[in-house]
């Protein structure tokens, strides 16, 4: 297996964003210095800027380790803030640490990591792999035999099976879903798949090497 794009590494940290201004501070100048110290190409504008109005910032960077990360979105929300970057979990968490950080030591905003709730991840991965996705259910192959035997006309069309979807049921908490599926308008020759998971980009790619391992072995 091997990636190829992270298309988003998303990481949810839910909690009261407002008792990180507990003093009423004015919003202004810290948005302001947020927007340039990640330079982010859109921000909020002055009219939106406070309560409870989502606060979104769009297409900044991050230095981490020598390089600069997109910050492709970052929004607050009542409660909780949530990131993406292109490049990992783990880039997008380092960001949400920076940011806080420099909230904290230089306007003095009030923020105790004992107060997040919890935090919850989402990663969206371009991958080429081995798997032979049609061979993974007998049954669904002889359901797609049956849809390829009744095209109609001179051209037949083959059915595949393209991939699969696993949710939690709705009626427990909410749902989450794993995916896994042949990139779309990729041909299948070029072995190129989409993988959605509820999980950290390092978590998904372990489980995606478990999941080639298991189709393949």
């Given at each position: 297996?091997?990636?190829?794009?992270?298309?988003?590494?998303?990481s949810?940290?839910?909690?009261?964003?407002?008792?990180?201004?507990?003093h009423?501070?004015?919003l202004?100048p810290?948005?302001?210095?947020?927007?340039?110290?990640?330079?982010?190409?859109?921000?909020?504008?002055?009219?939106?800027?406070?309560?409870?109005?989502?606060?979104?910032?769009?297409?900044?960077?991050?230095?981490?380790?020598?390089?600069?990360?997109?910050?492709?979105?970052?929004?607050?929300y009542?409660?909780?803030?949530?990131?993406?970057?292109r490049?990992?979990?783990?880039?997008?968490?380092?960001?949400?640490?920076?940011?806080?950080?420099?909230?904290v030591?230089?306007?003095?905003?009030?923020?105790?990591?004992?107060?997040?709730?919890?935090k919850?991840?989402?990663?969206?991965?371009?991958?080429?792999?081995?798997?032979r996705?049609?061979?993974?259910?007998?049954?669904?192959?002889?359901?797609?035999?049956?849809?390829?035997?009744?095209?109609?006309?001179?051209v037949?069309?083959?059915?595949?099976n393209?991939?699969?979807?696993?949710?939690?049921?709705?009626?427990?908490?909410?749902?989450v879903m794993?995916?896994?599926?042949?990139?779309?308008?990729?041909?299948?020759?070029?072995r190129?798949?989409?993988?959605?998971?509820?999980?950290?980009?390092?978590?998904?790619?372990?489980?995606?090497?478990?999941?080639e391992?298991?189709?393949?072995?």
């Open positions: 297996m091997k990636l190829l794009t992270v298309n988003f590494a998303r949810v940290w839910l909690f009261n964003t407002g008792d990180l201004n507990p009423g501070l004015a202004n810290i948005l302001e210095n947020i927007q340039r110290r990640y330079r982010f190409m859109v921000f909020p504008k002055p009219e939106v800027r406070s309560p409870p109005e989502d606060l979104e910032f769009k297409n900044g960077t991050f230095a981490l380790n020598g390089q600069h990360i997109e910050i492709s979105k970052f929004t607050v009542g409660d909780g803030l949530v990131a993406e970057t490049h990992s979990s783990a880039a997008t968490d380092k960001f949400l640490e920076d940011l806080l950080g420099f909230a030591s230089d306007y003095h905003l009030a923020f105790d990591p004992q107060a997040i709730k919890r919850a991840y989402v990663s969206e991965l371009i991958i080429s792999t081995d798997v996705i049609h061979e993974l259910t007998e049954k669904i192959a002889k359901f797609s035999k049956l849809l390829s035997e009744q095209t109609d006309g001179d037949k069309h083959e059915f595949h393209t991939g699969f979807r696993l949710s939690t049921d709705p009626a427990l908490q909410i749902a794993f995916i896994f599926e042949r990139q779309a308008g990729v041909p299948f020759d070029q190129r798949y989409f993988s959605q998971a509820p999980f950290t980009t390092e978590r998904h790619l372990q489980l995606l090497d478990s999941l391992s298991i189709v393949t072995g």
